[in-house]
C-alpha cells in the first residue's frame, strides 16, 4: 500500500524559505527514486526535483541554484529545501516514487494530499 504524506508548507513571503517533509511507506521508499512534484492553479502537476537511492538529483531548470532536494533512507523520508522563494513558486506540492527513465514521472497514481506552499507579499 502506497502511503505519502507530505508536511512543511506555508504562507512566505519572496525571498523567504521552507523546508517540505515528505513520510513514505517502506514499501516504495527503499526500492525507488523519489521526487517532488507540484500544481499550481489552473496548470498541470510537474517534477520540482527527484533524488535516486544512491542520492543522484535532478531539478527542473526553474528551480535549480534556489531548491535542494534530501533524502533519509533510515527514517524513509524525503525533503525539500525552499530557498528563494518567488510568487511563481506558489503551488500545492507533493511527492511521490519517480520513474527514472520516464522523465522522472511519478510512478504511482495514488497521491498524498499535498502541501500548499504561498509566496505572496
Known amino acids: 500500500q502506497v502511503q505519502l504524506v507530505e508536511s512543511g508548507g506555508g504562507l512566505v513571503q519572496p525571498g523567504g524559505s521552507l523546508r517540505l517533509s515528505c513520510a513514505a511507506s517502506?514499501?516504495?521508499?527503499?526500492?525507488?527514486?523519489m521526487a517532488w512534484y507540484r500544481q499550481a492553479p489552473g496548470k498541470g502537476r510537474e517534477l520540482v526535483a527527484g533524488?535516486?537511492?544512491?542520492?543522484?538529483?535532478n531539478y527542473a531548470d526553474s528551480v535549480k541554484g534556489r531548491f535542494t532536494i534530501s533524502r533519509d533512507n533510515a527514517k524513509n523520508m524525503v525533503y525539500l529545501q525552499m530557498n528563494s522563494l518567488k510568487p511563481e513558486d506558489t503551488a500545492i506540492y507533493y511527492c511521490?516514487?519517480?520513474?527514472?527513465?520516464?522523465?522522472?514521472?511519478?510512478?504511482?497514481?495514488?497521491w498524498g494530499q499535498g502541501t500548499q506552499v504561498t509566496v505572496s507579499s
Open positions: 511521490n516514487a519517480a520513474a527514472v527513465y520516464y522523465k522522472w514521472s511519478p510512478r504511482y497514481g495514488s
Open positions: 533524488v535516486t537511492t544512491d542520492g543522484s538529483t
Open positions: 517502506g514499501s516504495i521508499f527503499s526500492i525507488n527514486a
